[in-house]
């Protein structure tokens, strides 16, 4: 699939506005899903916990963020919609998602925005100091279980590969809408 601007193939017709935003922010493509079409995979608690040079070293990596597993999967059960949103640059999709979550909040209630792995927002995180951008940070769907890869697939949002055949980076993040 191309990285061209996609159109949303899921989702009540309210939502494409919000779609067609984060579009105009600079995602190569986002789609509106119900959240039950996202994949959770405890197994990745093995994957952050063990082999991961992230661990201990950000405030949005475990285990800085705080909310336990029960708490994240009693507040994620009140949402019924999520954007995936689709950037290629792992700042933007910090700087999509999170604005798309301030944007929404007036139309949609709680929307709350997750990035991919890490907070990409500094060159090194200030932990153990006080963040930087706490009004801008938000945690990884790593550490809450959630499987990107297989939530997106299904979408046919997967990594591309140029004429060449180099892979071209893709990086997901996603706004839990209503
Ligand atoms: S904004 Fe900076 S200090 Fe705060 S979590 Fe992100 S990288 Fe760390």
């Not at 509106?32 to 992230?54: A, E, L, M, W, Y």
């Not at 994240?72 to 290629?88: I, P, S």
């Amino acid at each position: 699939m191309s990285l061209s601007a996609s159109k949303i193939t899921t989702g009540d017709e309210h939502f494409e506005s919000l779609t067609q935003r984060a579009l105009e922010l600079g995602a190569t493509a986002a789609r509106v899903i119900r959240t039950d079409q996202v994949v959770f995979d405890p197994r990745s608690h093995f994957k952050c916990r063990f082999g991961c040079s992230r661990w201990g070293r950000y405030w949005t990596c475990p285990p800085h963020t705080i909310l336990n597993q029960d708490q994240f999967d009693k507040a994620f059960a009140h949402y019924g919609r999520a954007m995936v949103v689709q950037t290629k640059d792992a700042k933007d999709s910090q700087d999509v998602t999170v604005t798309l979550e301030k944007e929404a909040m007036l139309q949609h209630g709680c929307p709350f925005a997750m990035a991919l792995a890490l907070c990409d927002l500094c060159s090194e995180c200030a932990y153990p100091e006080p963040c930087r951008f706490p009004h801008l940070a938000r945690p990884s769907m790593d550490c809450y279980g959630i499987d990107i890869a297989a939530t997106v697939e299904p979408l046919g949002l997967q990594v591309d590969f140029d004429p060449q055949g180099e892979a071209m980076p893709a990086f997901y993040s996603m706004v839990l809408l209503d």
